[in-house]
């Protein structure tokens, strides 16, 4: 997941990419821009892709600058954003200087993705960097639990359906080996890309240990129909999630 990778998503990007912020069922993100926000305060999107991230907390505070190292995604979010209080920038996020993009809240949603350990270390440690003083991080990250429910989910659909459970056990338990790359590091391929995704405890640890404290980890809950191609509208089911993961700078 270079920079290569994501300059050739830019054309389609929001058709192609999950942007947690268009399917964010109950309203999480918007609710803790609005609590974090001021007018006074300024923000920064780290790894803002198209932009829905920023100009979904851009609202809530007096500028908001979406970082991204992705030239094309930059030019999609810029030809988008209406809002005069936002601005984009081009930087990468593992090798930026942290003071040059300096904010009270930072928001880093669904960018702690790479297979490799030390590549989501210097991308969060960066993030956590540029916040001031009493300030705020918010991150969002793929869950494990919520990918390993979805095979249980799928398979309580099939039975449900009609199909034989041994049957539909071998279907779910095939397509987890094709999907999983490595349960022990949460790798998952998603559209072709092995993706990090992590455990509750997991995300909180590495964000304590980047340099937030106190943080706290609850749900981003989306609709089935994001990782269930033939979801039922009456799931009985508590929907799919992502980890978001809010912490203090001290
Ligand atoms: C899945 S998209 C998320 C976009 C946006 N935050 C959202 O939620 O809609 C991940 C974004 O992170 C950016 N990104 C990944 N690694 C980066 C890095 N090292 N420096 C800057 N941006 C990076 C990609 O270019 C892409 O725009």
Redesign the pocket.
Known sequence: ???D???R?AVG?SES??????RDARGVIRKTARRLGDKRATAA??????????RAVAPFFKRVTG????AK?LAVARAKTDADNVRYRK??????DPRLFRCDVA?????L??PETS?RA??AANVIGAIRRGGAGVF?APSLESELRSYQVALACRTGAGFARGVAAREMDASARRDVVSLSQGVVNLGGAPTKHFFQDEIAELLTECGLHDVAVSRVRYPWDVVLDDAPDDMPYAEPWDWIAIGRKG
């Open positions: 997941m270079d920079v990778y994501w300059n998503l990007f990419v999950f942007e947690v912020t268009e999107d780290f790894g803002c892709g198209a932009g829905a991230s920023t970082v991204d190292f992705s995604l930087a990468d996020l593992a090798a930026m928001f880093c949603f669904n960018v993705l790479s590549a210097a991308i969002i």
